[in-house]
């Protein structure tokens, strides 16, 4: 999909940081089950554990960093624009995830922006169905990747 159009920025001086092909691939294969959602931009950005945990402190009311966090745009009334909102993504909690878990730091990757585009684009996980479904999208999409069921830990 190459309407596409990733912003990302990198709060952080980070040299393992994904760079924008492997964003816009991860990206494009979620929009790809999606081929009617107009919306293909977004920004992805980069922070440290202070910026990662204020957002999730002043948002989510959790006082602690944490991997991913999707903020949707909304359009206002009678405004249609192409953006899909945004993803936040603290490198330190990811690099520390894939460590504990074993998996290579791009796959981790791949699967916090998968996931995160998945909640921009509606899907969330509150209740077990929605739990299920989700990660069973993510699942398929990442196996599209030749990445392992990352819930298979």
Known sequence: MSDIIIDRQAAIDEPLLPSLE???HWVGCVFSRHPDDDRLE?????VDE?????LNRDYREKDKPTNVLSFPFENPPGITLPLL???????AVV??????QQKPLAHHYAHMVVHGTLHLMGY?????????????????????LNIPDPYHV
């Open 42 to 46: 977004l920004t992805i950005r980069f």
């Open 95 to 100: 690099a520390r995830e894939a460590e504990e």
């Open 124 to 144: 969330d996980h509150i209740d077990e169905q929605e739990a299920e479904e989700m990660e069973q999208l993510e699942r398929e999409l990442l196996a599209t």
């Open 22 to 24: 492997q964003l816009t």
């Open 85 to 91: 909102g945004d993803l936040i993504i603290c490198h």
């Open 50 to 54: 202070e910026e990662s945990q204020a």
